[in-house]
T-cell receptor, first 113, second 111 residues
Framework: GESVGLHLPTLSVQEGDNSIINCAYS??????FIWYKQESGKGPQFIID?????DKRQGQRVTVLLNKTVKHLSLQIAATQPGDSAVYFC????????????FGKGTRLHILP | NAGVTQTPKFRILKIGQSMTLQCAQD?????MYWYRQDPGMGLKLIYY???????DKGEVPNGYNVSRSTTEDFPLRLELAAPSQTSVYFC??????????FGSGTRLTVV
């Protein structure tokens, strides 16, 4: 079946460095991609999204890159801070509004002091 | 504006007991979802609703039931609790945009 997956389950990054979290997706029909952040004991929170007609989108300290050729999505966090420690999920959704989001397993980002 | 509110936050059930997990949103969102998250895992869709009176199964619906009598509320019912249903349950809603708003979760343990 089609699924969203992640390359690394855990990523350790020095505080102040940039973080790059990767995600592979297999559904070429997916039209919309979202990154969520889930802190311990909380529900997922929307970070940033990107549509399939774009290859890059920037937010505050975060950038999402989409490579449709290799079906790859990445989240870049600039100047990683302790508050960035969380599990990050990528998610994909198809063209139809009634399509459900498919979530990946998540990558845990660990910030080293 | 409370967003998505889930109750209770924690619950311990004995095998075979029943309970209802409550979910309410005040954003007038048509779309609502129930997910479960097992330890160290991602989110799996249990049931979803595209509007009042309309519900449909997700990936893992067995052992659960839902109803959507109003736009605001989307309760999840467990009829005969089993240890395999030990998990954290998240309710979410979405409106005209695709982004989901999640509740803070209900941690359920079945013993």
């Amino acid at each position: 079946g089609e699924s969203v997956g992640l390359h690394l389950p855990t990523l350790s990054v020095q505080e102040g460095d940039n973080s790059i979290i990767n995600c592979a997706y297999s559904n070429s029909a997916s039209d919309y991609f979202i990154w969520y952040k889930q802190e311990s004991g909380k529900g997922p929170q929307f970070i940033i999204d990107i549509r399939s007609n774009m290859d890059k989108r920037q937010g505050q300290r975060v950038t999402v890159l989409l490579n449709k050729t290799v079906k790859h999505l990445s989240l870049q966090i600039a100047a990683t801070q302790p508050g960035d420690s969380a599990v990050y999920f990528c998610a994909e959704i198809g063209f139809n509004r009634d399509d459900k989001i498919i979530f990946g397993k998540g990558t845990r980002l660990h910030i080293l002091p | 504006n409370a967003g998505v509110t889930q109750t209770p936050k924690f619950r311990i059930l004995k095998i075979g007991q029943s309970m209802t997990l409550q979910c309410a949103q005040d954003m007038n969102h048509n779309y609502m979802y129930w997910y479960r998250q097992d330890p160290g895992m991602g989110l799996k869709l249990i049931y979803y609703s595209v509007g009042a009176g309309i519900t449909d199964k997700g990936e893992v619906p067995n052992g659960y039931n839902v109803s959507r009598s109003t736009t605001e509320d989307f309760p999840l019912r467990l009829e005969l609790a089993a240890p395999s249903q030990t998990s954290v349950y998240f309710c979410a809603s979405s409106g005209p945009s695709y982004g989901y708003t999640f509740g803070s979760g209900t941690r359920l343990t079945v013993v």
